[in-house]
């Protein structure tokens, strides 16, 4: 079963950068579609970035569009999200997300998220 954990995050002022990791620990990445979500206290959980396995092809939310970039690593089975000029509404717990379908059903993880604080 795939077992992911977040972690990157942290507290730092507006236009820093950072660098967030997601790991599976299962090291069953291969064949899983990759993700990265976001949510903020009192918001629903709203999607940031995306990379497709099959052809790497990459997408983003229009928000951050420009100044995310999400990547992986298959061989150690780790998906980074670099993320530069961040705002203070970039603010949020961010969370990995796996997904794929495996024998007709869909297969859906989460990490338990990683904190990401920007201050004006």
């Known amino acids: 079963q795939v077992q992911l954990e977040e972690s990157g995050g942290g507290l730092v002022q507006a236009g820093d950068s950072l660098r967030l990791s997601c790991a599976d620990s299962?090291?069953?990445?291969?064949?899983?579609?990759m993700g990265w979500f976001r949510q903020a206290p009192g918001k629903e959980r709203e999607f940031v970035a995306a990379i497709v396995w099959e052809s790497g092809s990459t997408y983003y939310a229009d928000s951050v569009k420009g100044r995310f970039t999400i990547s992986r690593d298959n061989a150690d089975n780790t998906m980074y999200l670099q993320m530069n000029d961040l705002k203070p509404e970039d603010t949020a717990v961010y969370y990995c997300?796996?997904?794929?379908?495996?024998?007709?059903?869909?297969?859906?993880?989460w990490g338990q998220g990683t904190q990401v604080t920007v201050s004006s």
């Open positions: 299962s090291r069953t990445f291969s064949g899983y579609n």
């Open positions: 997300n796996a997904n794929a379908v495996v024998s007709g059903l869909l297969r859906d993880y």
